[in-house]
């Protein structure tokens, strides 16, 4: 199920993602009913990338920038040791979370100018 899976977020518009959706379920989907419901449920969240230009897609459907946040923030709650109550914890946190959004400022996770331009949007 993994390939065809994935063919549908490889798909060029959201319509065509809808019909690889389709295409699973008739085939593969009768033996993995649970899955597909699964996959039917949380089709419009996982398929939202879509509403954005086609240069961010690759970022987007990705979960790698969030996973990488969560093992930075793991990193420094695991030096700190305990906390003294839960502001503080959040507090760390807190300013993880600025301080990764300075990189990816810097590094230009997603150019935001693309925002402004319809032309990418509206084709998908």
Same mark, same amino acid.
């Given at each position: %199920?993994? #390939?065809?899976?994935?063919?549908? &977020? ?6 065509? /993602?809808?019909?690889? !959706?389709?295409?699973?379920?008739? =085939?593969?989907?009768?033996? !993995?009913?649970? $899955? %597909?419901?699964?996959?039917?449920? =949380?089709? $419009?969240? $996982?398929? @939202?990338?879509? $509403?954005?230009?086609? /240069? ?7 979960t790698n920038g969030l ?6 923030? #793991?990193?420094?709650? @695991?030096?700190? =040791?305990? &906390?003294? *109550? ?7 946190? +807190? ?6 959004? =300075?990189?990816? *400022? ?5 150019? %935001?100018?693309?925002?402004?331009? +319809?032309? *990418?949007? *509206? /084709?998908?």
């Amino acid at each position: %199920m993994g #390939k065809q899976t994935s063919a549908i &977020f490889e798909a060029l518009n959201v319509q065509e /993602a809808r019909k690889r !959706l389709e295409a699973l379920e008739e =085939g593969l989907g009768r033996q !993995l009913p649970e $899955a %597909m419901e699964c996959l039917r449920e =949380g089709f $419009a969240a $996982a398929t @939202c990338f879509f $509403a954005f230009p086609w /240069a961010h897609w690759k970022r987007l459907r990705s979960t790698n920038g969030l996973e990488r946040l969560h093992c930075e923030v #793991k990193r420094r709650i @695991c030096g700190v =040791g305990a &906390f003294p *109550d839960r502001a503080s914890a959040l507090r760390l946190i +807190t300013a993880v979370a600025h301080e990764i959004t =300075g990189v990816w *400022d810097d590094r230009r996770y997603l150019d %935001m100018s693309l925002l402004n331009s +319809t032309t *990418d949007t *509206d /084709a998908a």
